[in-house]
């Protein structure tokens, strides 16, 4: 006779209960966490992101010029982010929206304005109309595109 064998699905807090647990700090089993920690952060210490862009900072309200791809000069962007076993260098990629020209920034932060002073040096060196507009997403490496 063979058993039959059910799935147990275990929450990922009963994980970090035991890792922090008497039991779990015996193995040491908190240095196979994430953070490395050998004490869990208070929940109220924890980071919070909260709103980093309002409501009316939206890709829905773009011009319809640069949602349909008319009008060269408007760009996105994005980070791309490495392992940690590679360190902290990510790359930038700044693609134009119509042409598809693509140029890739290394940084070694990734820090809001660290990456954003990289896309200053890029963009100031394009004439004035291939620089129209830049498209974010909504990465903590670009809560201050207002300096932009």
């Not at 039991?23 to 924890?46: C, F, S, T, Y």
Request: aromatic share 10%; with cysteine.
């Amino acid at each position: 006779m063979q058993l039959e064998r059910h799935p147990v699905s275990v929450s990922h807090e009963t994980i970090y209960k035991f890792a922090y647990s008497s039991d779990g700090h015996a193995i040491k089993l908190w240095r196979h966490l994430p953070e490395h920690r050998a004490k869990r952060r208070l929940r109220n210490a924890r980071r919070r992101h909260g709103k980093r862009f309002g409501p009316n900072v939206n890709i829905l309200n773009r011009l319809d010029v640069v949602t349909e791809r008319n009008q060269f000069g408007h760009w996105e962007c994005d980070l791309i982010l490495s392992r940690k076993k590679f360190g902290m260098a990510n790359v930038t990629s700044l693609v134009e929206r119509v042409s598809r020209f693509a140029t890739f920034l290394r940084n070694n932060d990734q820090q809001s304005r660290p990456v954003l002073d990289g896309l200053i040096q890029v963009l100031q060196s394009l004439l004035h109309l291939a620089r129209r507009s830049v498209t974010f997403d909504r990465g903590t490496e670009f809560t201050d595109w207002p300096y932009l």
